[in-house]
């Protein structure tokens, strides 16, 4: 009989006992290495020791979003162009290294990896859609660096290692709740693309809704990108709602008011009150398309003050007469300074050390005064509804009484208290 | 609005949309085997050629017939040009023609980007195409009816000239058995490349078409792309009335599937029925029955 191979039972033990062993030892290295990652000092590589100091602008260049984000790098530009001409920040002169998200949350993470460890930046400015904020925020938590994100969001976050200088929900979404309720508005559809930032709002929108008694006659989610939306607005059509909250982002919107003009909805009988159609969107929708319909921001370029005046003036003067500027650019612009004034007054570029002075940090920005809440890292801003004119800019129709300050987990609505966060 | 009504005149409408990017891709892929996945970027072409039409001439109405020839011209042309410089080289080397013009893709991309800017330009809907009809108690857009006709217009001209010209002719010969026509005095190198030219031409058309209901930037023709290639195969390789078919039912189930449900899943309901179909006829609706070995 030949010689074969028998696998016995005290074999297969064996071989059981040995793997189960590689496999334990495997996985407390591991977690040893990974353990010991976070609980080192990482090591921040950032050069203060020359005439300059870098800072990172991480916008989408490209894609879907390029539309919105490239007007927020020429804010930042603007903004450290302007500060290197009053002498720079801490007697150095900042300089850019700009990198493009592409419109896609990994190549966010990817490229605010890139700005921290290889060109050791001091600071990031920039990201716009909650998932590439959602992206980034590990890579800046590890490493434990600094993001300036300037665009409104769905709140329930406040991290240590991010400044928010956009809105958060109780100064932009709750206060045009309050406006279409006060306009007698009885139900609302929701529409937005599918992503963490409409989903996150529309929960709040329906908890709001459940306590004011207004009533949601539907919720419709489309992909981002999407430029379909011959269902959507036939659905929207039939509901009979009396308005339409709109968080879509990107070249949707485009597609989605084009199909509502041509279906016969006007804002008149069925308003769309829209968070991320700002100056720049305009343009490429078509005014003939949304004039009349509303949009809830801090900031509008038709804002009269003179700080605002100085502002719109400069950006036209640097990139041209026909730009227009909007209230994500107005956050980045205010962002940098802000991280700049955070850093004259810590007197160092170390993140502690701006962690720790942050709290009560303003700034003469051009919505009004802006000042840094310590706490969850937010600004105050005054809640602005604006309408959509015949010259494709937004005017004010209502604002709040004062600056509001950040609530981004709506500590401060009873109504609220059972919304999770959502990871 | 009824509601179902208006889903209805949806399905068609995304139907028609549908065919009028896979028209061309049907005569390319369909019938000639060549896979192109710069299809897309010449239906973007188009609707960039509507884009320029439109700031030259101005006028919104008139930019856009005027843009349809011009943009087969173009579409055509850009065709013709990659078909004699790349794909005459690759002709049995399917994978490689993929890859290349998938190449050629991303690089006409980034010259739109270049040229034009990343952000989305608007083309202008002239005034004779705002608004809606009624039409058996939905209001259906004009953009869409137009585009439906469009469709109708582009199948009954591809359908004709296959039929009775001699161009025609030539090219359902060697599409029908290739050595044959060519010992008939057929060359069919000539034919390759006029069938690549209509191909291209019509997703040409389709562009400035389509700037009448999206927005034109250099990403524009990836969204049509994938349902592109799903209407040809679906409807059987070469034969065009398959294209038609699986065109208006790709879009019928898209319209209902999203009516229940959302438009990310309503996707996934069609693929699903699109894998289920080819699983039970993997040809395809209709298909070419030659004598050919090939």
């Not at chain 1, 990974?34 to 490209?62: H, M, R, W």
């Not at chain 1, 009150?273 to 801090?298: F, K, Y």
């Not at chain 2, 005027?66 to 579409?75: E, K, M, N, S």
Request: glycine share 10%; proline share 3%; aromatic share 8%.
């Amino acid at each position: 009989m030949p010689h074969r191979f028998t696998f016995k039972a005290r074999d297969l033990a064996r071989v059981l006992a040995a793997s189960v062993g590689v496999i334990a030892l495997a996985a407390t290295a591991a977690c040893g290495s990974k353990a010991g990652e976070e609980t080192a000092d990482v090591e921040s590589c950032v050069d203060t020791s020359g005439d300059t100091i870098k800072v990172g602008a991480l916008n989408s260049l490209s894609g879907t979003m390029s539309i919105s984000e490239t007007t927020v790098r020429d804010a930042i530009y603007l903004a450290v162009d302007e500060i290197n001409a009053a002498g720079g920040v801490q007697g150095k002169e900042i300089e850019i290294v700009a990198e493009d998200g592409a419109s896609e949350p990994t190549v966010f993470a990817e490229k605010a990896e890139k700005l921290i460890r290889e060109d050791c930046v001091a600071a990031v400015f920039g990201g716009w859609t909650s998932a590439s904020r959602k992206a980034m925020l590990p890579v800046f938590e590890d490493n434990d660096s600094l993001l300036y994100y300037p665009v409104q969001y769905e709140g329930l976050e406040a991290s240590e290692n991010i400044f928010y200088t956009g809105a958060t929900t109780n100064q932009q979404i709750i206060p045009a709740l309050d406006y279409l309720a006060e306009t007698g508005v009885k139900s609302l559809y929701l529409v937005g693309s599918d992503y963490v930032f409409p989903r996150t709002a529309n929960a709040i929108i329906n908890a709001y809704a459940a306590d004011k008694g207004i009533e949601i006659v539907g919720e419709d989610y489309a992909q981002l990108g999407s430029v379909e939306f011959s269902t959507i607005v036939n659905q929207v059509s039939a509901s009979g709602a009396d308005a339409v909250f709109n968080t879509l982002n990107g070249d949707s919107n485009v597609a989605f008011f084009r199909e509502y003009a041509n279906v016969g909805l006007t804002a008149a009988e069925m308003p769309v009150m829209s968070v991320s159609i700002a100056e720049e969107e305009v343009g490429g929708i078509g005014v003939e398309n949304i004039e009349g319909q509303l949009a809830a921001w801090n900031y509008y370029q038709t804002i009269d003050s003179p700080a605002n005046n100085t502002f719109v003036e400069a950006f036209k003067a640097e990139y041209g007469a026909d730009r227009v500027t909007s209230d994500p650019m107005e956050a980045a612009y205010n962002s940098v300074y802000l991280w700049a004034a955070t850093v004259e007054k810590a007197k160092s570029f170390d993140v502690a050390d701006i962690q720790a002075a942050a709290d009560g940090v303003s700034f003469d920005s051009p919505e009004g005064t802006v000042v840094i809440d310590g706490e969850n890292h937010h600004v105050t801003k005054t809640a602005r509804i604006g309408e959509i004119s015949a010259d494709g800019l937004l005017y004010t129709v209502w604002e709040s009484a004062g600056p509001i300050d950040p609530d981004p987990f709506l500590d401060g609505y009873d109504w609220a208290a059972d919304l999770s966060v959502t990871e | 609005m009824d509601l179902f009504i208006g889903q209805l005149f949806t399905g068609l409408s995304t139907g028609s949309i549908l065919l009028l990017a896979a028209l061309g891709l049907s005569l390319t892929y369909g019938q000639m085997g060549v896979i192109n996945m710069a299809h897309g970027e010449f239906i973007m072409a188009g609707c960039y050629t509507a884009y320029v039409t439109q700031q030259v001439v101005g006028d919104a109405g008139v930019s856009l017939l005027i843009a349809l020839p011009i943009g087969f011209l173009v579409g055509g042309a850009m065709g013709l040009i990659l078909e004699a410089v790349l794909i005459r080289h690759l002709y049995h080397r399917p994978l490689d023609t993929l890859l290349v013009t998938f190449g050629v893709g991303l690089v006409l991309q980034q010259v739109a980007r270049d040229v034009f800017g990343a952000p989305a330009v608007n083309v202008t809907v002239p005034e004779f195409l705002r608004g809606g009809v009624d039409l058996l108690g939905a209001t259906v857009p004009k953009t869409r009816l137009f585009i439906m006709a469009l469709s109708i217009v582009a199948v009954t001209a591809v359908t004709l000239v296959m039929r009775f010209t001699p161009a025609g002719r030539r090219i359902r010969a060697v599409v029908g058995n290739r050595d044959l026509a060519e010992t008939a005095g057929i060359s069919s190198r000539t034919v390759d490349a006029g069938t690549f030219f209509i191909g291209s031409g019509l997703a040409g058309v389709a562009g400035v078409a389509l700037t009448l209901i999206g927005s034109t930037s250099p990403t524009t023709g990836q969204s049509y792309l994938v349902d592109a290639f799903l209407v040809v195969v679906a409807g059987g390789m070469g034969r065009i009335k398959g294209a038609v078919v699986a065109a208006v039912a790709l879009g019928t189930f898209q319209a209902v599937f999203e009516t229940y449900s959302t438009a990310s899943l309503a996707k996934v309901g069609v693929f699903i029925v699109i894998v289920v179909f080819l699983q039970l006829r993997p040809q395809g609706l209709f298909t070419l029955r030659t004598r050919s070995l090939a």
